[in-house]
């Protein structure tokens, strides 16, 4: 139902024809076309938990009405972007930018009281994940706090909406991740749940 691509290098940031931020290729952005035209899908998300806005995923998804994004990431930070201003050219576009500092309360709050109820609107075929670990409080790249335990709780209720409206279906993508450690207690308790059933 569900399967994980420990992918390197990162993708979310590289744009329709510019690579940045240690991405050349944006595989959630080609994953999705790829649901789209391969599987004709006509409902397709990418949920992005990296520390960093994805601004590349963003910026190909935001002009098709059949994607949504969603985001939760540092501001201010690297790319800079990712206000909860962009929408998106059909209202299909969420971000949700924390301070830094902000820790588990503030990252769970985020998706309970503004992702997940927009994604259960939207109705997704398929979710597809932008799992980047670097928003870990161990992590030297940014100062979001997040909790290892934090990485299980999203990913189970992502699973949530998978099992209501897409029969399971994820696709979960490597992103960020730079203190070692982190990165596989963060992945471990990540698939952990990917393997869970209903």
């Known amino acids: 139902e569900n399967v994980f691509c ?22 959630a952005a080609i994953a999705a ?88 609107l939207f109705m997704p075929e398929i979710i597809i994940i932008s799992a980047g670990f670097d928003a870990h409080v161990a992590d030297p790249l940014a100062q979001l706090e997040v909790q290892t335990e934090d990485y299980r709780w999203v990913t189970r209720e992502l699973m949530k909406i998978a099992y209501e409206f897409a029969e399971g279906r994820i696709v979960s993508i490597l992103e960020g991740g730079y203190n070692l450690n982190a990165l596989r207690e963060s992945t471990q308790v990540h698939i952990e749940a990917l393997m869970e059933k209903s």
Do not use: W
Not at 6 to 20: F, I, L, V, Y
Not at 91 to 111: D, H, I, Q, T, W
């Open 6 to 27: 420990a992918t390197r290098p990162p993708g979310h940031h590289a744009e329709e024809s510019t690579a940045m931020g240690f991405c050349f290729f944006n595989s």
């Open 33 to 120: 076309f790829h649901a789209k035209v391969s599987h004709k899908m006509e409902r397709i998300a990418v949920v992005d938990f990296d520390v960093h806005h994805g601004n590349g995923t963003q910026h190909i998804l935001e002009t098709d009405s059949k994607m949504f994004y969603a985001s939760s990431h540092q501001f201010p930070a690297y790319p800079g972007t990712g206000v909860s201003s962009e929408k998106g050219f059909f209202e299909n576009v969420v971000n949700v930018p924390l301070m830094p500092g902000s820790g588990s309360k503030e990252f769970r709050s985020a998706y309970v009281e503004q992702i997940l109820p927009r994604l259960k």
